[in-house]
């Protein structure tokens, strides 16, 4: 994997992946986009939310929403590491199954999300999540 990432001007770069997409990035007071840390951040939240969908779908569970609530603390001094990161699952659906997505949450967590398990390697990383049932029509 190869990626490049150019500065554009003040405290916003341009970053380019070998696949060809585009993301900004902007680290100033007046921000235009994410952080460096906050993409890091959501991309756990993305990484995780792909395995869980999937995994919900294999289950032949009915989801109409997940949402991945993150929530990270960093360090006070620099380098201003995360030191904890906790992604909070609220999946949306008819009948969804604790059970199926508490297993979708674990597998993630501990097998396949390779974001974040990359980060638990110097971050402290939990998972919870809630189901929330469908309004009927």
């Known amino acids: 994997m190869q990626a490049s990432v150019k500065w554009v001007e003040g405290d916003t770069f341009l970053g380019r992946s070998n696949s060809g997409h585009n993301v900004v990035f902007d680290a100033g007071a007046e921000s235009a986009a994410p952080s460096p840390m906050e993409m890091v951040l959501m991309s756990a939240g993305a990484c995780a939310s792909v395995d869980v969908v999937s995994i919900l779908k294999k289950a032949k569970q009915t989801v109409h929403n997940v949402e991945v609530k993150l929530a990270a603390e960093r360090a006070e001094s620099a380098p201003r590491v995360f030191t904890k990161i906790n992604l909070h699952f609220v999946v949306t659906g ?44």
């Open 94 to 137: 008819d009948n969804v199954s604790e059970k199926h997505l508490a297993r979708a949450v674990n597998l993630s967590a501990e097998k396949y999300c390779s974001v974040a398990l990359m980060l638990e390697k110097a971050v402290e990383i939990t998972h919870t999540h809630e189901v929330v049932q469908s309004e009927e029509k």
